[in-house]
């Protein structure tokens, strides 16, 4: 495995980005290899063993493309196949969810809102990790379904996007922290914070992780030294909202190709 071999990372569509362009931040000399499995979104609304078959096959192609590690870019696979990739493949596996559950007990909440996607909440993964740490919070654990479709579908529709969180925010009672436990949803952050509470104060769970991934690479000596790293970026099918919320969100040059690993 060498150091300068890109990390790779995967989620249903654009939600990783959202964790690609932290880790872009934090650690700049790492090229990147996304992909995003747009011929089977929402993974939100699948079975754990169909998200687990996607994940496997998806970080197994990004591992013969040389990727040094893989990032679970999305909440609802890290929820139902991290131990599966663990278990099946032999490079470092990161998911979004371990570094989320040290910032909640480092925050000592005693009131903390997680809005995920179904797989994700059903998996009780959040509910169980929170109250091991936090025994005393009271967690509110809430599906929101239609949330990361319309982000997908609409990225630019900032109207319906609105409605929908408006839609979820009926039912949300007043916390001390929120947590955007869908990596779709920090795509719009802004939007969401606007209707909290003024007491609340909302995780930044893409720069959380992207944090903690770092410090693991460093750790693991797997840091690059390149100066010229890359992003590339692929799709199990092309679509164009795809690409325009890529071009908008990473602000540069995106190599996209359409990758049909499935046939
Ligand atoms: N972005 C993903 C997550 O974090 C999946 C959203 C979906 O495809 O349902 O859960």
Redesign the pocket.
């Known amino acids: 495995m060498h150091a300068n071999g890109p990390i790779g990372l995967f989620?249903?569509?654009?939600?990783?980005l959202t964790v690609a362009r932290a880790l872009a931040k934090a650690l700049p000399r790492e090229s990147l290899l996304y992909f995003g499995d747009t011929e089977?979104?929402?993974?939100?609304?699948?079975s754990p063993e169909a998200i687990r078959g996607f994940s496997l096959k998806i970080a197994r192609h990004l591992v013969d493309q040389g990727a040094k590690a893989i990032v679970i870019?999305?909440?609802?696979?890290?929820?139902v196949a991290f131990d599966h990739l663990q278990a099946h493949l032999n490079v470092p596996i990161f998911n979004?969810i371990d570094p989320v559950i040290a910032a909640i007990e480092a925050s000592g909440s005693k009131n903390i809102a997680v809005w995920?996607?179904?797989?994700?909440i059903d998996s009780g993964i959040y509910s169980q990790r929170i109250a091991a740490v936090l025994p005393q919070a009271i967690i509110h654990a809430m599906a929101t379904?239609l949330l990361?479709?319309v982000i997908?579908a609409s990225p630019l529709d900032e109207a319906l996007v609105d409605a929908t969180i408006k839609f979820y925010m009926a039912n949300q009672v007043p916390v001390d922290h929120m947590v955007l436990?869908?990596?779709?949803?920090p795509l719009v952050a802004d939007q969401i914070s606007a209707k909290l509470n003024a007491t609340t104060t909302m995780l930044n769970v893409p720069s959380i992780v992207a944090t903690a991934i770092a410090s693991d690479l460093k750790g693991m000596g797997l840091l690059s030294n390149q100066s010229d790293a890359t992003m590339r970026c692929a799709v199990s099918d092309y679509t164009e909202s795809f690409e325009a919320i890529a071009a908008k969100f990473m602000g540069k040059g995106v190599q996209l190709t359409e990758e049909r690993i499935w046939d």
């Open positions: 989620d249903s569509g654009v939600g990783g089977h979104l929402p993974y939100g609304d699948k870019a999305c909440n609802s696979a890290s929820a979004v995920g996607t179904r797989a994700t379904p990361a479709p997908e436990a869908c990596t779709h949803y």
